[in-house]
């Protein structure tokens, strides 16, 4: 099976970059697709984006107007899709009697993203079978920390950058560690850095230091699973991340 994650920057509102992601997406062709920052799209736009060989889709329009989507070509069984607490929210779907939550985190503070992951885990707790958690959960994650050495006193200078990320003048990594305690793993089996922040495309304040804020974690159900970043030629990018792809 072939998982892809992509926060696809607002919505690719231009009709370009929608179809350099339609283009990667029918390129890389996946089983499933977890999409962040769905923004402005319908249902029914999502049904048909990719019709020609994904059969199923699911739109979680959310108060923040960052939506979640789900492509499959599977069917997708929605068991809870909450935003109460959260910024954006959350989506959990299975299919093919794997468990997924596709999530987007808050992008501010530190303490709010480890609550909504509290809750996220809270969800998990009692499945016994396998679970994929896959999203942009604007955090930093500790074994990551030889990359950000160089570069931890430039982002604490700026005022969003420590607010986002740092606690008592640290880089605080408590939000992946909430999830990798709950006895996830990142499935990430790189030896260097991949970071999925920034593109050429847009280099934003949040963006502006190569920074691996978007993951997918699974549990111990889920054998042989693999991750990478995919670093798409300037000419082919359609989003200010980069995209994920995950086998097993």
């Known amino acids: 099976m072939k998982l892809i994650h992509a926060n696809i920057f607002e919505g690719c509102q231009k009709n370009e970059l929608r179809m350099k992601l339609k283009k990667f997406l029918l ?100 499945i016994s079978a396998p679970v994929i958690i896959s999203g942009d959960l604007n955090s930093l994650c500790e074994k990551d920390y030889f990359n950000y050495r160089n570069i931890e006193n430039d982002m604490i200078k700026d005022l969003d950058l420590k607010e986002k990320f740092f606690k008592d003048g640290n880089l605080d990594f408590e939000p992946i560690n909430q999830i990798l305690k709950a006895d996830f793993i990142d499935t990430l089996n790189s030896n260097k850095f991949e970071f999925t922040v920034p593109t050429p495309l847009n280099k934003d304040k949040g963006h502006v230091y190569p920074l691996r804020i978007d993951y997918i974690f699974s549990n111990k159900y889920l054998k042989n699973i693999k991750t990478k970043t995919i670093y798409l030629d300037e000419k082919d990018l359609y989003s200010d991340h980069f995209p994920l792809m995950c086998e097993w």
């Open 27 to 126: 390129k890389e062709n996946p089983d499933i697709i977890s999409l962040n920052e769905v923004n402005g799209w319908s249902k029914e736009q999502l049904k048909i984006f990719l019709s020609e060989i994904f059969k199923y889709s699911y739109l979680y329009e959310v108060n923040s107007d960052f939506n979640l989507g789900i492509i499959s070509k599977y069917p997708i069984e929605i068991l809870k899709e909450e935003q109460k607490n959260f910024e954006h929210g959350y989506i959990h779907s299975k299919i093919n009697e794997v468990h997924f939550i596709t999530t987007h985190l808050t992008p501010y503070k530190t303490i709010d993203r480890i609550k909504e992951i509290k809750i996220i885990l809270e969800e998990l707790k009692d």
